[in-house]
């Protein structure tokens, strides 16, 4: 029952932000009425055609994105048994950043859609941590994984820098992206992001028995009857398409995958079967919140969303470190 | 069909040099059997083996009859439960929710959590006389309180093959004899139980079948009255012991002498 009433205040709260976001900080007045037309689809006037066209794929893309984050990290933390893991700190985000920079700088394989590109650079960065902070086994540190995440993560940074400064004259819209911004969302965007989330879904729902079992050690789950490297894979697989997905959209977004599954774990409790659909909420939440800040802090300027989550994700981080241990 | 576990060239270990060569041994069905042998010499390594935790370089393991590779997960773990021998302390759950999570192997792939595993459940809290724990929060227990969740989940689990890696390590005098007596129940009812002990003289009281390990591999295996030797114990544990049966029921009982 408390579950339930959680979900219906996450729904509240989405909602609310949602309507702000549409007519929220605009240089441009609009106003309600022309929210409300552009949503019905009757608008004529401009300010009805920039919340259709601009204002309201952004709101739900934010929604999307934040909500495929708050899964992917969550599932993160389920496999590595590490509340730290997200898609940053197991250098997914970089690597999906570096594959996309890679193809859209036109350096090497610029005929490959940037959404493979990063869901390929994320595996790979992926895969390197994993060696390098031999995270699946069981006496692999926090520390370690950690460590080896953020090292993955440096050198990704530092590679898509380089990069972007050989392909000149393409840096300024790499580096634009390269911040993590939803100041370029497309309808398109928001249908991609849609069927990823639809599949994050999907793919939260049949492996959250599984994490809970997780939960015991991986020898517990192993003897309670997990088929480990399947659960490994899957969600290796999903992970890497979700951050890749969110990266091709949006560029690197950080510290949602962070927090929503540790606040959601707060609300909820640590049942993965409520986690998935929670984490997903209170992540979509953030993402749109943290939109609406990026875009009111200096107003009329726009700020990546991105740099806000950091910014509010760097100290929460620190946090939860020092309470881990 | 008389025995539960049967491995055949069985070579166990993680990195280079094996923790276990070439081990050939049966574990009889409906007997409790005791594991014993110095720290470090593989124990836990077998057991994990069993759940295929622990992939052997080679040989074979087979469990009731059938080769351990042919079966699915969920068919070994409604056979085999297993009580690890370090137990991560699971953040964020109620003893009764743990408890509820030994029902996995039987209910839905959904985790559903039905009446009867509830029955269950309840069932092995009474049993376990940890029916008062059950509200709280695994993470907030004593270690001994802790192993007989942890103990009670695997009970839940309701399997044919038991297998405890060191059950006794954290409990009072009267809990390990809990545990040794909750062992025979399970035998009496046609339960198979494997423990890691190291009490010896309790491994040789309750169990019925010892198997012996050294560094490297098998020392001997056979009933308490076989394995109680002087030779044997110097040879497995390098101590001088003699052996004398108790005063309770006459079963071997190993006093070390004076150096
Ligand atoms: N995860 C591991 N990685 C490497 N070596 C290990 C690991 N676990 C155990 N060992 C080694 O394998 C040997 C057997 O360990 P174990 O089976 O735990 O012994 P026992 O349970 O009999 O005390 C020991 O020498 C130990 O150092
Ligand atoms: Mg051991």
């Known amino acids: 029952m408390r579950v339930f009433w959680q979900f219906t205040l996450a729904l509240l709260i989405a909602a609310a932000l949602f309507a702000w976001s549409l007519s929220a900080f605009s240089t441009f007045a609009i106003g309600r009425a022309d929210v409300l037309s552009a949503l019905t689809g009757a608008g004529d006037t401009t300010a009805a055609k920039i919340v259709h066209r601009i204002r309201l794929p952004r709101a739900v893309a934010a929604l999307l994105i934040g909500a495929t984050l708050g899964i992917s990290g969550l599932l993160m933390q389920g496999i590595s048994r590490n509340r730290l893991a997200s898609p940053t700190m197991l250098g997914v985000t970089g690597g999906a950043s570096l594959g996309l920079a890679i193809v859209s700088s036109g350096l090497v394989g610029a005929s490959m859609p940037g959404g493979v590109a990063a869901v390929i650079g994320g595996a790979v960065a992926w895969s390197l941590v994993f060696l390098l902070g031999t995270a699946w086994s069981e006496e692999a540190s926090r520390g370690r994984l950690v460590l080896a995440g953020m090292t993955m993560g440096a050198l990704c940074a530092g590679l898509t820098r380089l990069v972007v400064l050989l392909a000149e004259e393409r840096a300024l819209g790499v580096l634009n992206w390269l911040a993590g911004s939803l100041s370029n969302i497309r309808w398109t965007d928001v249908q991609v992001m849609g069927v990823v989330l639809f599949g994050s879904f999907v793919v939260g729902a049949l492996v959250a028995p599984s994490l809970n079992l997780m939960n015991l050690g991986a020898e517990s789950a192993r003897a309670l009857g997990v088929r480990l490297r399947l659960l490994r894979l899957s969600v290796f697989a999903a992970g890497c398409v979700m951050v890749g997905a969110t990266v091709a959209v949006a560029g690197p977004i950080g510290f949602i995958g962070l927090m929503a599954p540790n606040i959601s774990r707060l609300m909820v409790g640590s049942d993965h079967r409520i986690l998935v659909p929670m984490s997903g909420a209170v992540g979509a939440i953030a993402l749109l919140a943290a939109d609406i800040a990026a875009r009111g802090v200096a107003f009329p300027a726009e700020t990546p969303a991105g740099a806000v989550t950091a910014l509010i994700g760097a100290p929460f981080f620190l946090i939860l470190a020092r309470g881990l241990r | ?259």
């Not at chain 2, 836990?44 to 351990?68: C, E, F, W, Y």
């Not at chain 2, 809990?175 to 062992?183: D, F, I």
């Open chain 2, 1 to 259: 069909m008389t025995h539960a576990i049967h491995v055949e060239g069985l070579t166990l270990g993680y990195d280079r040099k094996p923790v276990i060569a070439d081990l050939t041994l049966s574990i009889p069905a409906a007997r409790f059997t005791a594991l014993i042998g110095p720290n470090g010499c593989g124990k836990s390594t077998l057991l994990k083996s069993v759940i295929r935790t622990m992939p052997p370089r080679a040989g074979r393991i087979d469990v009731m009859g059938q080769p351990l590779n042919a079966m699915s997960a969920r068919a070994l773990a409604r056979q085999v439960s297993f009580l690890p021998q370090v137990l991560p302390v699971p953040e964020g759950i109620t003893v009764r929710q743990l408890v509820g999570y030994g029902r996995s192997p039987h209910n839905n792939l959904w985790g559903r959590i039905r009446g009867t595993d509830r029955a269950k459940v309840d069932e092995v809290l009474a049993r376990l006389d940890i029916t008062d724990l059950a509200g709280r929060m695994v993470d907030g227990l004593s270690g001994g309180q802790r192993q007989r969740v942890w103990l009670a989940m695997v009970l839940a689990q309701n399997t044919d093959i038991v297998l405890l890696d060191e059950p006794t390590t954290f409990l009072d005098i009267n809990h390990q004899v809990e545990l040794l007596r909750l062992a025979r129940d399970l035998v009496a009812t046609g339960k198979t139980v494997v423990a890691v002990l190291h009490d010896l003289n309790q491994a040789f009281r309750y169990a019925d079948h010892i198997v012996m390990l050294r560094n490297g591999g098998l020392s001997g295996c056979g009933s308490p009255d076989k394995m109680a030797t002087t030779p044997m114990l110097r040879e497995v544990f390098s101590i001088d012991a003699c052996i004398h049966p108790d005063p309770e029921c006459g079963r071997p009982m190993v006093i070390v002498r004076k150096p």
